[in-house]
């Protein structure tokens, strides 16, 4: 079955040290977000690709970055994780921006503990 | 003002009730709207889109659409246990550079067996 995949579900690391998040998909969509959710709160968008082209919302931390190497994969790098962003990360893929391929799939998450 | 904005619940209805959650969204020239679905824990799941004016059906779900009073509702038919969970209105705006996908904070719904 086509689907979103995001590894490890659980990461652990501590304070200060980088850590990568992983996502791929075999949906062979041109886009592909990452989102940032804490408990009770809705998904905040970092940035998402369209294909190749990098998008960085506004409000996104210098502290987090991404790289989406082919069409498959991208990657959530946390350069250096406060107590802050402890959160759910989510990866999402969409077949493009514009309606009606606009629908977006999420992954199973990346759940993200910092000690 | 919120763009997106959902009554927070929780809302509880009884087995075989019918479920209603409501949305308004502030863009006007929104053009995409969508009901996700997110157990606790879990990732978001995507159960309806809706693009049109109207009522769009899908076995148990109903997504309205009213452009002109800038609002997007979800029905659920039969209600079942299983369908205890927060749903999450989300928007496309043509507005923006990113035509992100804008949320609300969630209804959460609980059905009493």
């Known amino acids: 079955d086509a689907m979103v995949i995001q590894n490890p579900r659980y990461q652990v690391t501590q304070f200060g040290k980088p850590v990568t998040l992983s996502c791929s998909q075999t949906?062979?969509?041109?886009?592909m977000y990452w989102y940032q959710q804490k408990s009770s709160q809705a998904p905040k968008l970092l940035f998402h690709y369209y294909d190749k082209d990098f998008n960085n919302e506004a409000d996104t931390p210098d502290n987090f970055q991404s790289r989406r190497p082919n069409t498959s994969f991208c990657f959530l790098d946390i350069r250096s994780p406060g107590l802050g962003d402890a959160a759910m990360y989510l990866c999402a893929t969409s077949r493009d921006l514009a309606g009606p391929s606009n629908e977006q799939f999420f992954g199973p998450g990346t759940r993200l503990t910092v000690l | 003002q919120k763009e997106v904005e959902q009554n927070s619940g929780p809302l509880s209805v009884p087995e075989g009730a019918i479920a209603s959650l409501n949305c308004t969204y502030s863009d006007r020239v929104s053009q995409s709207f969508f009901w996700y679905r997110q157990y606790s824990g879990k990732s978001p799941e995507l159960i309806m889109s809706i693009y049109s004016n109207g009522d769009k059906e899908d076995g148990r779900f109903t997504a309205q659409l009213n452009k002109a009073s800038q609002y997007v509702s979800l029905l659920i038919r039969d209600s079942q246990p299983s369908d205890s969970a927060t749903y999450l209105c989300?928007?496309?705006?043509?507005?923006?550079?990113?035509?992100?996908?804008?949320f609300g904070s969630g209804t959460q719904l609980t059905v009493l067996p």
């Open positions: 949906l062979n969509h041109n886009v």
């Open positions: 989300a928007v496309i705006a043509s507005s923006g550079s990113a035509r992100q996908l804008t």
